[in-house]
Structures are given as structure tokens and as C-alpha cells.
């Protein structure tokens, strides 16, 4: 069902924890498979320098949170506002047409730790 590198990220999942006293948070689900994603994010001068993430769910949603924060470190906040699912999907060299809403909440937890961030800065 899963490729390779999903496998990988699942059984060796990058930047698992929470950020204390992180600059910005998001948290998102999906009632329909129970799936839970939390991103943490530590900023300086809109440059995201450290990324965590918790995540309860099946081996497509930790893998595209490993992924995702991965993806982030080291972008500006805009640049983090642009990646989208499918960039999540083709890191992760595909998904399962039914595991593509993992993806999406990935995105979602970015976007949310980054609305965040910018709620608590009035930016």
C-alpha cells in the first residue's frame, strides 16, 4: 500500500515533539479517519528555524508531517505558506488515493502555525 519512502518516514519520523514556548502552533483533524496533526514552529525575523511536529493517525499522516516539517526549516514565512499537499505527496514520492487528505492537513497545520504566529505579532 505505502511506498518506500513513506515507510521510511514512518518508521523514522524527523522532528518528533513539541517546540516549548513556540512562536507559532496549528493544529487541524479530520473527523472522518481520526487523524491529528500538530505543528510547532520556532521564528526569527520570519525564517522558520526549527519545526516539530505530533501527530495521531495511520503511517501516511505521520510521514507527511515528518515531511512537512522537513520542508519548512530554513523558509521564510511566505515561502512556508506555499507549500501545498501535492508538494508533500511528491516528496513523499506518492500516496495512496486515500491517504492524499493527510497531505492536506499538513499543509493546514503549516498554514494555521503560521496564521499563529502572525495573530500573536499583528502582523
Same mark, same amino acid.
Given at each position: 500500500m505505502y511506498n518506500e519512502r513513506v515507510m521510511q518516514e514512518f518508521a523514522e519520523p524527523k522532528n $518528533?515533539?513539541? +517546540?516549548?514556548? &513556540?512562536?507559532? $502552533?496549528g @493544529? !487541524?483533524?479530520?473527523a472522518s479517519c481520526g487523524d491529528i496533526m500538530e505543528i510547532s514552529l520556532k521564528i526569527d525575523n520570519d525564517v522558520i528555524t526549527d519545526a516539530k511536529f505530533r501527530t495521531f493517525g495511520c503511517a501516511a499522516a +505521520?510521514?507527511?508531517?515528518? $515531511? &512537512?516539517?522537513?520542508? !519548512? +526549516?530554513? @523558509?521564510?514565512l511566505d515561502e512556508a505558506l506555499n507549500i501545498k499537499n501535492k508538494d508533500v505527496v511528491e516528496t513523499l514520492?506518492?500516496?495512496p488515493p486515500q491517504k492524499i487528505h493527510c497531505s492536506v492537513l499538513a499543509e493546514e497545520a503549516i498554514k494555521k502555525a503560521v496564521e499563529d504566529y502572525r495573530g500573536k505579532k499583528n502582523v
Open positions: $518528533v515533539g513539541f +517546540i516549548e514556548n &513556540a512562536d507559532g $502552533v @493544529k !487541524v483533524g479530520n +505521520i510521514a507527511s508531517s515528518s $515531511v &512537512a516539517t522537513q520542508m !519548512v +526549516i530554513g @523558509k521564510t514520492q506518492g500516496l
